[in-house]
């Protein structure tokens, strides 16, 4: 029998997110009761410019106010769509001690903060929920932490954010340079108008950080995760990827250490063979690799932003919290019991592709390759071209430390044959 008194809901952000999902909660209204059980009402919607105008979006729910809307005590479900540090990790914390469980989409801050925003859900007896922050409409964190809650994840690969992935892939497919690539980007609203959290990968690290403290069972921060940007790539270095093989792809990688103490996250470019299948992931959209002792490997792929994909995921975490709240529990909080040390990131251990401006002389491959020696990196190939004197050497590398070949490069630039280090990228997927 379905409950007739309705559970209130109160929307934090009403911009192109917070619209869909307050257009969908409308339209939806009955699918979501009978899914939930009881009715969901949206009580109150905080937003800061209350004058503008909202297709769909019951003005008189509307105030700037929003500390207190989540203080009224009658609101349920607090759902949180403004992204950033300060004020939602206050809105947030006063929700939950006026008894609200929050359904989130703020990466920044769960990356951030997600240790003392769990254990001030779980000392209120309520919900924190956050499918929306890290890819959008895939759903991939209630997979790790509920699917896979009796497996052991070894290893998270994938590209998370769109905004990158679109212009490595018109750079790849066009021929484009990155800045034509960003430009086209913005042109078509998959960039901002302040790119920086996408194109540095701030946005893709503080994704991985919520993947590796779910997959691995120990708190990492975006604090923890390494970071490199698409800024760097050109089509240079596309085109020697194609001569590879490969394609360039902004990849976000958390894995479990050897040892089986430690793990790593890292987010930077890289170069993957056209035979795996993130190689095939285009434009905006995103797609990660699970890799699990007993399940395998596993692929999530679908659009990872956007108003009605990232809509979906939390509509899908809010049915998941006001179905909690009907049966008068809490679902899964965090879980870190494994406290695996996070090691930085000279550690890690894969390949190289380094492309250097040498003097086209007699000797200087062998130099060059001493260099290698000297560091313990091992070379698997070697590709020379050059004329009137100048010359380009693309060296890439077995599997090495981060630190071997950062020490290795150091040295190289020290060689007065060496005019230069054009790019670094690593090769990864293989």
């Given at each position: 029998m379905m409950r007739t008194r309705p559970l209130k809901v109160a929307l934090l952000g009403c911009g192109v997110v917070g619209s869909e999902v307050a257009r969908?909660?409308?339209?939806?209204?009955?699918?979501?009761?009978?899914?939930?059980?009881?009715?969901?009402?949206?009580?109150?919607?905080?937003?800061?410019?209350p004058n503008r105008v909202r297709a769909g979006v019951p003005v008189e729910l509307l105030t700037t106010d929003a500390t207190a809307l989540v203080k009224r005590g009658d609101i349920d479900v607090v759902v949180e769509v403004i992204g950033g540090i300060e004020p939602a990790r206050s809105l947030i914390t006063t929700a939950?001690?006026?008894?609200?469980?929050?359904?989130?989409?703020?990466?920044a801050l769960l990356a951030a903060d997600g240790a003392a925003l769990h254990a001030a859900a779980?000392?209120?007896?309520v919900d924190l929920y956050y499918e929306a922050a890290v890819a959008g409409a895939i759903p991939l964190i209630r997979p790790l932490r509920e699917s896979l809650a009796?497996?052991?994840?070894?290893?998270?690969?994938?590209?998370?954010?769109?905004?990158?992935?679109?212009?490595?892939?018109?750079?790849?497919?066009?021929?484009?340079?990155?800045?034509?690539?960003?430009?086209?980007?913005?042109?078509?609203?998959?960039?901002?108008?302040?790119?920086?959290?996408?194109?540095?990968?701030?946005?893709?690290?503080?994704?991985?950080?919520?993947?590796?403290?779910?997959?691995?069972?120990?708190?990492?921060?975006?604090?923890?995760?390494?970071?490199?940007?698409?800024?760097?790539?050109?089509?240079?270095d596309i085109a020697s990827a194609k001569r590879m093989g490969c394609t360039v792809k902004l990849l976000a990688i958390c894995e479990r250490g050897a040892d089986g103490r430690s793990v790593t996250a890292r987010?930077?470019?890289?170069?993957?063979?056209?035979?795996?299948?993130?190689?095939?992931?285009?434009?905006?959209?995103?797609?990660?690799?699970?890799?699990?002792?007993?399940a395998g490997r596993l692929m999530f792929y679908g659009p990872g932003a956007g108003g009605s994909p990232t809509a979906s995921a939390v509509l899908g975490d809010l049915v998941a919290t006001c179905r909690n709240k009907l049966a008068?529990?809490?679902?899964?909080?965090?879980?870190?019991?494994?406290?695996?040390?996070?090691?930085?990131?000279?550690?890690?251990?894969?390949?190289?592709?380094?492309?250097?401006?040498v003097a086209d002389k007699p000797g200087v491959l062998a130099q060059v390759a001493t260099v290698f020696a000297e560091h313990q990196v091992s070379i698997d190939t070697v590709r020379q071209q050059g004329?009137?004197?100048?010359?380009?050497?693309?060296?890439?590398?077995?599997?090495?430390?981060?630190?071997?070949?950062?020490?290795?490069?150091?040295a190289l630039r020290k060689l007065d044959t060496v005019r230069g280090v054009a790019s670094i990228m690593r090769v990864e997927g293989e």
């Open positions: 969908i909660m409308t339209t939806h209204a009955d699918d979501l009761a009978a899914r939930i059980g009881a009715p969901v009402e949206l009580a109150g919607i905080a937003v800061r410019r939950f001690e006026h008894g609200a469980s929050v359904v989130s989409a703020n990466k779980v000392e209120q007896g009796g497996d052991r994840v070894d290893r998270v690969l994938g590209i998370v954010n769109g905004t990158t992935n679109f212009i490595l892939d018109k750079m790849d497919t066009t021929g484009a340079g990155y800045s034509e690539a960003l430009d086209e980007a913005t042109a078509l609203g998959y960039a901002e108008a302040d790119p920086t959290a996408d194109v540095e990968g701030f946005d893709a690290a503080a994704k991985a950080a919520i993947l590796a403290g779910i997959a691995f069972h120990s708190r990492v921060t975006i604090d923890d995760v390494h970071r490199e940007g698409i800024t760097e790539v050109t089509a240079a987010v930077h470019p890289a170069m993957i063979p056209l035979t795996h299948p993130l190689a095939s992931v285009r434009e905006a959209y995103n797609a990660v690799f699970v890799e699990a002792a007993a008068s529990t809490t679902g899964p909080g965090e879980s870190a019991y494994a406290q695996l040390t996070v090691r930085p990131m000279g550690d890690v251990v894969t390949r190289y592709h380094i492309s250097l401006d004329k009137d004197g100048e010359a380009s050497l693309v060296v890439v590398t077995h599997r090495a430390p981060d630190a071997a070949l950062a020490a290795t490069v150091e």
